[in-house]
């Protein structure tokens, strides 16, 4: 079997690749061992984040480092174990976070967040997936006044980067989202953004206008990847394919092939989990919400309100340990009337990130016609149509729609 181009993941961004490119003419095979959407991309917490030209940083004062170390936080954990491993990425992402470098970094990453929602639009549009979307933004709530009157200020300096957003007070935080039984300060209503009721499902309606545009999925193991004379070959479950050029978009699995090719790029994991649980009576959730100050976050969903953690610092293979869901279901019970657990037990998946918190994407530095995208931590759902867009223009030998020198693999 012989194809134009072998994507390797069917996670948003694979499969934003992939149908990038097949809209170019080119014949591609989109291979993944499971079904599209189906690890990463299922679970988060569905937003298509326009307002997120600063990635999430890690922390710079002495007192919350200190809480951090004791390991108590809803928003954050860690595997003791892992610290060894993980040690000089923590050190870096740690540097990149200092307010000058985040703002150096802001201005490459707003180039990428400014065009998410307008790209998700094409690909919705076009695969007929209009029913899985929400256009009423999301909501970042705060307890205290002084949480408020702090993020109010910090949203201020997005505005030269064209994010809208509303400031509401409690009495409008009620008329919006009335189930909410705390009696909460104010909020952040970031009214550009998208999002999905169903990431898993969002992926699968792309990966299907890709097979309709004349695309092939198939399952295999990216591992079998390997360089021949006329490009690259890779083993599925239908056969060995062959392909003029490869893609590495496997997510938080990226490494482990790009290691076997000679590569040591510094790529980490945030894990995280969620859980859904149906709404208790006839309560409602309207929109997103984030609780600032406790780092879980709440969002209406096919299946429920999902119970979103936040970062987990592990080694991605790791066993289990949901213990911030345990810590913030409480917590998120006391915001939302909640009824019981819908599903077993918690999922889990791990976000791909790099020290300096912006995505790999580009060609590989030292082979011909490979490509890399991946490392979008907490935004491939979000950049996952853009980033294959900008590989699809690369690929073909066109100008891409962002310049794509800010995250090439050699800037490390």
Known sequence: MKFDVVVLGAGMVGVGVAVHLQKKGRSVLLVDRGEPGKETS?????LIQREAVFPYGFPQDVGALLRYGLNRQTDMHYHLSALPVIASFLWKYWRNSAPARHEKIAHHYAKLI??????????IAEAGAGNLIRREGWLKVFRTAQARDQNFAEAERLKPYGVAYRMLDGREIAREEPSLKPELAGALHWTQPISTHNP???????????????????????????????GWSVQTAEGGAQAGA???????????????????????????????????????????????????????????????????????????????????????????????????????????????????????????????????????????????????????????????????????
Not at 202 to 230: C, I, N
Request: aromatic share 8%; hydrophobic share 40%; charged share 25%.
């Open 246 to 412: 490869a893609v590495i978009a496997l997510g938080p699995w990226s490494d482990v092939l790009t290691r076997e090719l000679g590569y040591s790029l510094p790529l980490a994991v945030k894990r995280g989990y969620h859980m859904h649980y149906r709404a208790a009576g006839e309560a409602r959730l309207n929109h997103p919400i984030l609780d600032a100050e406790r780092g879980y976050l709440l969002a209406p969903m096919e299946r429920g309100v999902r119970v979103t953690t936040g970062a987990e610092f592990a080694l991605r293979d790791a066993v289990r340990t949901p213990v911030q869901l345990g810590r913030v279901e409480p917590i998120a019970r006391e915001m939302f009337p909640l009824g019981e657990r819908v599903d077993e037990q918690p999922w889990m998946g791990a976000r791909p990130c790099t020290p300096d918190m912006m995505p790999i994407i580009g060609p590989a530095p030292k082979h011909r016609n490979l490509w890399f995208a991946f490392g979008h931590a907490h935004h491939g759902l979000t950049l996952g149509p853009l980033t294959g867009r900008m590989i699809a223009e690369m690929v073909t030998g066109e100008t891409p729609v962002v310049d794509p020198t800010p995250y090439r693999a050699d800037r490390f």
């Open 114 to 123: 400014e065009r998410c929602v307008d790209e998700h639009e094409v690909l």
């Open 200 to 230: 898993g499902g969002l992926v699968a309606s792309y990966a299907a206008l890709f097979e309709k545009l004349g695309g092939r999925s198939m399952k295999g193991d990216a591992r079998t990847l390997q360089a021949d004379g006329t």
């Open 42 to 46: 299922y679970g988060n917490g569905g």
